[in-house]
């Protein structure tokens, strides 16, 4: 079965550090993808990233940067300069195929972030 | 504007009743999926279904039902067998390659009088 574990349930820093949050994953899969989603206190869930496992590229857009690491199935999301609105649960997902279309998303616990202005 | 819509925002349940949760997508999304999220926890998928007229049961299926007789429509009906109902639902679609995220809707609150 799939896995994905977000050991860190909150964390809050003033404006302006950088945050990192942790997200590790197993699966059995050879190929499979990797998510990052952002809630902000609306509910609703807002896409940020996707990953696949065969690019382990890592990426900077903007004041985001993703690591991905095959070697200790880790997935880790930064957050450089953190502002106020930055304040949301994250979460990590990983992608299962479950057949003709779209794909099964396995999610993490999520990890809240505050911004303290 | 391109998006999924889920009505009503809050919902409430009395002892026994069964209720509906709305979710439509303009999207031309093949896949459609119902999740459900407990306080400081994350998603756990209850139905999915990849076309019309299918859908599957997910990991926490049990005391919901739901239907697709559009393909942009999926409806989710708690039911009373569903013994403890109060969360946070929330409805995402996707398009039918499987490398795709899913987009999310705005959720229902739900819960019991």
């Known amino acids: 079965a799939q896995k994905v574990t977000q050991a860190q349930t909150e964390i809050s820093v003033v404006e302006k550090e950088d945050v990192t949050l942790d997200c590790v994953y197993e699966t059995r899969d050879t190929t499979y993808y990797l998510f990052w989603y952002k809630q902000p206190p609306s509910g609703e869930l807002v896409f940020l990233i996707r990953r696949n496992s065969f690019d382990e590229q890592n990426e900077i857009s903007g004041r985001y940067s993703w690591n991905f690491q095959k070697s200790t199935s880790s997935f880790n999301f930064t957050i450089t300069a953190s502002q106020v609105v930055d304040s949301a649960v994250y979460f990590c997902a990983l992608s299962e195929a479950i057949g003709a279309a779209g794909n099964k998303l396995t999610f993490g616990g999520g990890t809240r972030v505050l911004v303290k202005p | 504007d391109g998006g999924i819509t889920q009505s009503p925002k809050y919902l409430f349940r009395k002892e026994g009743q069964n209720v509906t949760l709305s979710c439509e997508q303009n999207l031309n999304h093949d896949a459609m999926y119902w999740y459900r999220q407990d306080p400081g926890q994350g998603l756990r998928l209850i139905y999915y279904s990849q076309i019309v007229n299918d859908f599957q049961k997910g990991d926490i299926a049990e005391g919901y039902s739901v239907s697709r007789e559009k393909k942009e429509s999926f409806p989710l009906t708690v039911t009373s067998a569903q013994k403890n109902p109060t969360a946070f639902y929330l409805c995402?679609?996707?398009?039918?390659?499987?490398?795709?995220?899913?987009?999310f809707g705005d959720g229902t609150r739900l819960s019991i009088l």
């Open positions: 995402a679609s996707s398009p039918g390659q499987k490398n795709q995220p899913q987009h």
